[in-house]
């Protein structure tokens, strides 16, 4: 397979006015007809005429009217082209029944949907398939199905057809066209300068009832993106479709986003607390790409960043603003650090702007999604929220209607507010999670932070150099007082010294406020000083984070030498889950442990190779000692967090039931399972029940439980998906991987969804000890299925071989099978590109 360079970016020989396409639907024998407005490109180096096309059926090619015969290959086609301008015209048949990557024209429990990002496009007719050739595009639609969408607006539609029209210039991977026996969930909007703007979501009848959560967090969204970053809205319409087969969460297409039916549908009785904040945040997420995307879109995929972590950056603003900031920074943290900074230190490692890829698929990742939003962070909390404000005006104001480039994203912020960010732009090109070690030192009223930075090499990048690193930093008097008020430090060399002067004390310092920057912190500070942290810091996010780390440090030494948690810890954490002054959903994340991955890393941090038995067993002896030392407590917390009224998945009642979870579990470990089976009983909402579910199951009992969760859910896809990974996750680890294989062989597992599909597998891996169990079933498991998977779905199956990139960490005897099961995977014939590309990455 071809490896494609950012080196390498040439821009487009022709450029594209405006593109008509005609679908005439029939399951497997689907007509496009095409008629394309090209002419030659100005700036292109060369005039080489050249349209992607893949698994494309050509009945009829014409130029200004006049059949021509071009060549084509397996990847696209070519023929000789008049001199300026000309329409070009293709007649193709496709076969979207027997589509089952998902990508493309495809088939979804009878209703037709497109996935058009990154090229998909191509594979639904012949065109310059690449983001920076935009057109405004005419769509007709023939069909018997009632339900007939395309971008932009509606032109005309009558029984069998409709027309649609989409003003604004895109390119072809925002395209979109569903057509099915579809029911709405109708609103409306007014935007900031008083135009209606119709909104919909689409779903399959029966499932009405479960849209209205989504269609106010659209309104929301919209409203939130005039205030916030005075953007409005484009167009008459704005439909939302659910589709039931889909291989990520959703897709921004110009007015017409196609979402994953868990990322939109939700109704008290069947999604959870944190399924409600996830629609949320996608649906925000999906919509602001409105403008960061579309309306700004990218010259080349190796600029996808451009787009994703400023849009990323943008929902984590919005939840914020929703939901609170605090519980916010510390939700995106843990996933940073437990995926992002796993996939920074791994084969997997690449730079926030890849320089080379084989499949673009594979590079929609934590890296280039995650780490690109905290880049952005870092921006804004280095310029200033108001000049972050003038820069983002300056970016909209000039490249409205682009494909652009980081260059150009950086220029703005240098125009709008003179800084030099030439060093600053190595965080878009050096991968790798840096480490910045703090050592410090008090002397006569002089307090010296001693910072210097590192960054271990990464797979093609052996050598690093220094980044501008912005570090929050407040420091405490020995009182609890605040001496020194959050001030930002730049680290911008290897070390650095900074200086307080004027105190009257050594203080106790709080370091990387609000998680300033991505990075790992070395500071060996005390027991002492975390627990003094943990209650007195006035930063919510490093209180925490004190927390976290007394917890790590706990768990660290229990795998290491059996030794008893430390008293710091546990009076800290029971003095804050007391404290009614905290808020509950705050109080839940302190209560919360670090995950079983989490303390392999912070093992293999410390030179040692993690026995992922070893840390199960630490964990599980942790939660029965916190059980046990908080016992007298834990009724009356539970019965606080009791929510009365309807439910409603607003951030208060969320942390209440988030708390009254965590306690529960906890409780489970000490009364059978009394209180579980009780909730599980009284539940009206899916978050209780679950959560009950689970206590029951992580104690090994459930059983009935479980059964009557399947009769009474059996005909909801979204809440079986639920059934079938709770068993995964919950299992006992040697039981993990049997219980897997069982429910592979359940009548309603399904390879052809991906839901289902991660849902048992996204599971596996999720439960460390089982997934790591010696015997390595659970590996052989995964690879038989990704084995299985890999001809029908490519791109789930190469996203859900990440499950191995640690293997590297591990004792030789299960390096030795994980690398086995890796290897089984490379040498199946006919390997799609995607699954080769990963595996062959992993084994490195
Ligand atoms: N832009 C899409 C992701 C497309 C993934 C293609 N494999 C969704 C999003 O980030 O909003
Ligand atoms: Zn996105």
């Not at 293999?604 to 199960?616: F, H, K, N, S």
Request: charged share 25%; hydrophobic share 40%; proline share 6%.
């Amino acid at each position: 397979p071809q490896t494609i360079y950012l080196r390498d970016y040439a821009p487009p020989a022709f450029l594209i006015d405006d593109v008509q396409l005609t679908f005439k639907l029939a399951p497997s024998a689907t007509r496009v007809l095409s008629r394309i407005h090209f002419r030659p490109n100005p700036d292109a180096k060369d005039s080489v005429f050249f349209l992607h096309g893949e698994n494309l059926t050509l009945i009829r090619t014409a130029i200004n009217g006049n059949t021509i015969t071009p060549e084509v290959t397996d990847e696209g086609l070519t023929c000789t082209v008049p001199d300026g301008p000309f329409v070009f015209e293709a007649e193709v048949e496709i076969d979207p029944a027997a589509n089952t990557s998902l990508d493309g024209l495809y088939m979804s429990n009878g209703m037709y949907c497109t996935q058009c990002e990154a090229e998909g496009f191509r594979k639904i007719t012949y065109y310059p398939d690449r983001p920076d050739v935009m057109a405004t595009f005419k769509v007709r639609i023939e069909s018997e199905l009632p339900v007939l969408l395309s971008n932009g607006n509606p032109v005309a539609q009558d029984d069998g057809w409709a027309e649609w029209s989409d003003p604004w210039p895109k390119p072809a991977y925002l395209f979109a066209l569903v057509a099915g026996d579809l029911v709405n969930h109708p609103d409306s909007f007014t935007t900031m300068s008083g135009r209606d703007v119709a909104l919909n979501i689409w779903v399959r009848p029966g499932d009405e009832g479960k849209c209205a959560f989504g269609m106010e967090a659209l309104k929301k969204s919209m409203k939130w993106d005039e205030e916030v970053y005075g953007r409005e809205y484009d167009l008459d319409l704005f439909n939302i479709v659910a589709v039931d087969d889909f291989n990520m969460g959703a897709m921004e297409n110009k007015g017409l986003n196609i979402f994953n039916a868990a990322a939109v549908l939700a109704s008290p009785e069947t999604a959870t607390d944190a399924n409600f904040e996830r629609i949320e945040a996608i649906i925000a997420h999906e919509y602001f790409h409105n403008w960061t995307g579309n309306r700004i879109t990218c010259r080349d995929w190796f600029q996808l960043c451009l787009k994703e972590g400023l849009t990323v950056f943008r929902d984590q603003q919005f939840t914020g603003d929703m939901r609170g900031h605090a519980v916010k920074r510390i939700d995106d943290a843990i996933a940073l650090r437990a995926h992002q900074f796993r996939e920074d230190a791994g084969p997997l490692a690449h730079p926030v702007r890849p320089e080379s890829f084989v499949e673009i698929n594979n590079f929609y990742t934590m890296t280039v999604y995650e780490k690109g939003a905290e880049i952005i962070g870092m921006l804004r909390r280095l310029v200033g929220a108001g000049d972050y404000k003038k820069a983002l005006d300056l970016y909209f104001a000039r490249h409205d209607g682009d494909a652009a480039t980081i260059e150009d994203w950086l220029a703005v912020f240098t125009d709008a507010t003179g800084r030099d960010l030439t060093q600053f732009a190595r965080w878009y090109s050096q991968a790798g999670t840096p480490k910045v070690t703090v050592r410090d030192e008090y002397s006569n009223g002089t307090y010296r932070l001693h910072l210097s930075q590192s960054t271990p090499p990464t797979p093609g990048q052996p050598h690093k150099e220094p980044l501008v690193i912005p570090i929050a930093v407040g420091l405490l008097d020995e009182g609890g007082t605040e001496v020194v008020k959050t001030t930002l430090l730049e680290l911008t060399e290897a070390a650095e010294t900074f200086t307080f002067d004027d105190l009257s004390g050594k203080p106790i310092a709080s370091i990387q406020r609000d998680f300033s920057a991505p990075v790992i912190l070395d500071y060996p500070q005390s027991n002492k000083d975390l627990a003094f942290l943990l209650a007195h810091d006035t930063d919510p996010f490093n209180k925490w984070d004190a927390g976290r780390r007394l917890a790590q440090d706990v768990l660290l030494r229990m795998v290491r030498d059996d030794a008893a948690p430390d008293a710091a810890y546990l009076d800290g954490l029971a003095t804050v889950l007391r404290d009614d002054s905290y808020d509950p959903a705050f109080r839940a994340c302190v209560l919360l442990l670090p995950s079983e991955e989490d303390t392999a890393t912070a093992l293999v941090d410390a030179g040692q190779t993690p026995d992922p038995m070893a840390i199960y067993h630490a964990h599980e002896a942790l939660k029965l000692l916190l059980a046990q030392q908080l016992q007298d407590s834990l009724p009356r917390l539970y019965a606080d967090m009791t929510v009365t009224g309807a439910y409603s998945p607003d951030a208060v009642a969320t942390g209440k039931r988030s708390l009254g979870n965590a306690i529960l579990s906890l409780m489970s470990k000490l009364d059978g399972g009394k209180q579980a089976s009780a909730q599980y009983t009284d539940a009206d909402n899916m978050t209780q029940q679950l959560a009950a579910l689970a206590a029951l199951l992580k104690i090994g009992k459930g059983q009935p439980e479980l059964a009557a969760f399947e009769t009474q859910w059996q005909n909801d896809r979204l809440v079986m998906d639920k059934w079938f990974g709770l068993q995964v996750s919950c299992a006992a680890p040697r039981l993990a991987a049997t219980t897997a294989a069982n429910l592979t062989a359940h009548p309603a597992f399904d390879l052809k969804n991906p839901n289902r599909f991660r849902a048992v597998f996204g599971a596996l891996k999720s439960n460390t000890a089982g997934f790591h169990d010696p015997s390595g079933a659970g590996y052989d498991l995964l690879a038989d299925w990704l084995i299985k998977l890999d001809p029908i779905n490519p791109q789930t199956t190469a996203r859900v071989s990440t499950s191995f990139d640690t293997w590297k960490r591990y004792d030789p005897d299960r390096q030795a099978k994980m690398r086995g099961a890796l290897q089984r995977i490379a040498a199946t014939p006919h390997l799609s590109r995607d699954t080769t590309e990963m595996v062959t990455r992993i084994l490195g």
